[in-house]
């Protein structure tokens, strides 16, 4: 079993950055793919980063060159890194771990970007 506590999240005017973190705590679990996934009003749960436990990253092309995504493997933590906010990014982030091929979310954590 792993439980997600996730934080960072806020409001924050357009342009501006939010860091958001994602600690994993579970004993003798093997953490495979940490990632973050957003769902905004009347929309659908949608994935933003992920990254393996090789370091390799994927991101939504809405997000790339503003959205750094990272782990510290160590902590079983994952961060993501918000620069360059815009308003169409206010949502509530969850955190996602796949370990030992099963799935585990975060409780999210609300996103608001005023323009």
């Known amino acids: 079993q792993v439980h997600l506590v996730e934080s960072g999240g806020g409001s924050v005017q357009a342009g501006g950055s939010l860091r958001l973190s994602c600690a994993a705590f579970?004993?003798?679990?093997?953490?495979?793919?940490m990632g973050w996934y957003r769902q905004g009003p009347g929309k659908q749960r949608d994935l933003v980063a992920l990254?393996?436990?090789?370091?390799?990253?994927n991101y939504a092309d809405s997000v790339k060159g503003r959205f750094t995504i990272s782990r510290d493997n160590a902590k079983n933590t994952v961060y993501l890194q918000m620069n360059s906010l815009k308003s169409e990014d206010t949502a509530v982030y969850y955190c996602?771990?796949?370990?030992?091929?099963?799935?585990?979310w975060g409780q999210g954590t609300q996103v608001t970007v005023s323009s």
């Open positions: 996602n771990v796949v370990a030992s091929v099963r799935d585990y």
């Open positions: 579970g004993s003798r679990v093997s953490i495979d793919i």
């Open positions: 990254i393996t436990s090789g370091g390799t990253t």
